[in-house]
């Protein structure tokens, strides 16, 4: 499956942001969708996931309550919306599909390009 990030942009702490990640070249129902991010001299690190079907979620702590991941399996779109963004959620966001439902980043071995959010004050 072939993924497509965007969304990203420049905005002041608080504000908001949807990311999109559109998909082709395979049955987007079969994958677990998730969202990684990459700020810089960092690792790249587990955002959110999104089961298959009834889509089931996972988020880490620091995003807990202010992010969003949903799917379109109509669309073949998977979306983080983020609000209340703080100046530490600045990274490149990177989206992957894969076949196992968790959070390691070795279990997607389809990635999106990247697209970039800076949030500052």
């Known amino acids: 499956v072939q993924l497509q990030a965007s969304g990203g942009g420049t905005v002041q702490v608080g504000d908001s942001l949807r990311l999109s990640c559109v998909a082709s070249?395979?049955?987007?129902?079969?994958?677990?969708l998730a969202w990684f991010r990459q700020a810089p001299g960092k690792e790249r690190e587990f955002v959110a996931v999104?089961?298959?079907?009834?889509?089931?979620?996972d988020y880490t702590d620091s995003v807990k309550g202010r992010f969003t991941i949903s799917r379109d399996n109509a669309k073949n779109t998977m979306y983080l919306q983020m609000n209340s963004l703080k100046p530490e959620d600045t990274a490149v966001y990177y989206c992957a599909a894969g076949r196992r439902y968790n959070r390691n980043k070795d279990d997607y071995d389809s990635w999106g390009q990247g697209t970039v959010v800076t949030v500052f004050s």
């Open positions: 070249g395979s049955t987007f129902i079969d994958y677990v």
């Open positions: 999104v089961s298959w079907g009834v889509g089931n979620t």
